[in-house]
Nanobody, 122 residues
Framework: QVQLVESGGGLVQAGGSLRLSCAASGRTFSVYYTGWFRQAPVKEREFVAVICWRGGYTSYADSVKGRFTISRDNAKNTMYLQMNSLKPEDTADYYC???????????????WGRGTQVTVSS
């Protein structure tokens, strides 16, 4: 099993920044990819970004490209999401997920954190 714990959410004004963290523990050797997903009220959960822990390959949703940056610190087993130029439409619960395969499909990730709330005011 892999345990994931997110932190760093909060309330920010439009145009501001936040950095989310996701700390992994447990059988982390089985994790090759970790990603961020988000779910806004009454909306489906959607892909935000993914990173490969061996090589650093990254991929982003078009809606966040150029504003968000995903990164990881292998020594700390921690993944980050730097979010800049935040918009009200970025308001959502943000979840980190981990798995052994690259995917933008949340069904491909067996391990999930409990989420952290991000609210962007206009």
């Amino acid at each position: 099993q892999v345990q994931l714990v997110e932190s760093g959410g909060g309330l920010v004004q439009a145009g501001g920044s936040l950095r989310l963290s996701c700390a992994a523990s447990g059988r982390t050797f089985s994790v090759y990819y970790t990603g961020w997903f988000r779910q806004a009220p009454v909306k489906e959960r959607e892909f935000v970004a993914v990173i490969c822990w061996r090589g650093g390959y990254t991929s982003y949703a078009d809606s966040v490209k150029g504003r968000f940056t995903i990164s990881r610190d292998n020594a700390k087993n921690t993944m980050y999401l730097q979010m800049n130029s935040l918009k009200p439409e970025d308001t959502a619960d943000y979840y980190c997920a981990a798995g052994g395969r690259y995917s933008q499909d949340d069904n491909e990730y067996p391990y999930w954190g409990r989420g952290t709330q991000v609210t962007v005011s206009s």
